[in-house]
């Protein structure tokens, strides 16, 4: 079982990126999932959630211009960033809790680098 995330790279200011974070292996779905990001020299912090019921949690910094969305038939949940500032600058990493044999088991994607250049 893993998380994979992607789409990171290099946009200019005002840009759009959109991260996915595919889960694989034995699971019957992913329960819920967040989305990370840690920006150098700082702690990680949350920047959106999405259950099984698709309710979303932004984080203040992001709202009205990140989009957290899932699809079940894919084990895929996506995070569509507007308006990249340079300061959503960072690693950003899927956390999700994924419906198993062995019931809820959390797991951690490796990191997508987001750079936004000013």
């Known amino acids: 079982v893993q998380l994979q995330a992607s789409g990171g790279g290099l946009v200019q200011a005002g840009g759009s990126l959109r991260l996915s974070c595919a889960a694989s292996g034995s699971i019957f779905g992913i329960h819920h999932m967040t989305w990370y990001r840690q920006a150098p020299g700082k702690e990680r912090e949350l920047v959106a959630t999405?259950?099984?019921?698709?309710?979303?949690n932004y984080a203040d910094s992001v709202k009205g211009r990140f989009t957290i969305s899932r699809d079940n038939a894919k084990n895929t949940v996506y995070l569509r960033m507007n308006n990249l500032k340079p300061e959503d600058t960072a690693v950003y990493y899927c956390?999700?809790?994924?419906?198993?044999?062995?019931?809820?088991?959390?797991?951690w994607g490796q990191g997508t680098k987001v750079t936004v250049s000013s």
């Open positions: 956390n999700a809790y994924l419906i198993t044999s062995r019931g809820l088991q959390e797991y």
């Open positions: 999405i259950t099984s019921g698709r309710n979303t």
